[in-house]
């Protein structure tokens, strides 16, 4: 596999998962308030997310999934996570989610930036065709995100995600790249 030495911006710079980002991995991803996005349904240990970092040093072709922490360059503040998932070489496709966790980091261009060296790596790096993601139909912040690279709305899933006893709709978008 080719390699991308330029997984950054002016702005922010994506790198590997590392055995430091325990702990905030630990507390993103026990936030609660998240799991709405993620389908998590109880929380991690850090024995599993320990687990996790380990296994991100695993060839992609084996894990089908590959996840970027965003740093802010100037600050070397780490903001969030952009995540490839269900890679499918054989189709050339995956899907792929954005977090950025705090909202005095949100709104300020930096998913942008992630999601278009993403776009760029899984093309050019890791040759596939097309983009997804599924994004709740209320969630107009990442709905305008990802059309703004270019992903289209290909379908709305109606009363798939029950959350606190209310269903909620999900739109299913693409990028062909």
Do not use: H
Request: some cysteine.
């Amino acid at each position: 596999m080719e390699q991308l030495s330029n997984l950054e911006t002016k702005n922010i710079k994506l790198r590997e998962v590392e055995p430091e980002d325990l702990e905030i991995l630990y507390k993103w991803e026990n936030d609660e308030k998240l799991w709405i996005y993620s389908n998590t349904l109880s929380p991690y240990s850090k024995f599993q997310i320990k687990s996790y970092i380990q296994n991100t040093l695993l060839d992609i072709y084996q894990t089908k999934q590959q996840r970027f922490m965003i740093d802010i360059k100037q600050t070397k503040q780490t903001i969030g996570t952009i995540d490839i998932f269900d890679i499918d070489f054989t189709n050339k496709r995956a899907g792929v989610g954005i977090l950025i966790y705090e909202k005095k980091y949100r709104q300020k261009g930096y998913a942008t930036e992630a999601l278009q060296i993403v776009i760029k790596y899984t093309k050019k790096i890791l040759n596939l065709k097309q983009l997804y993601c599924d994004i709740l139909t209320d969630n107009n912040s990442s709905i305008k995100l990802f059309e703004s690279q270019g992903f289209i709305i290909s379908g709305e899933k109606k009363q798939w995600i029950l959350n606190n006893g209310k269903w909620k709709n999900q739109y299913f978008l693409q990028k062909i790249l």
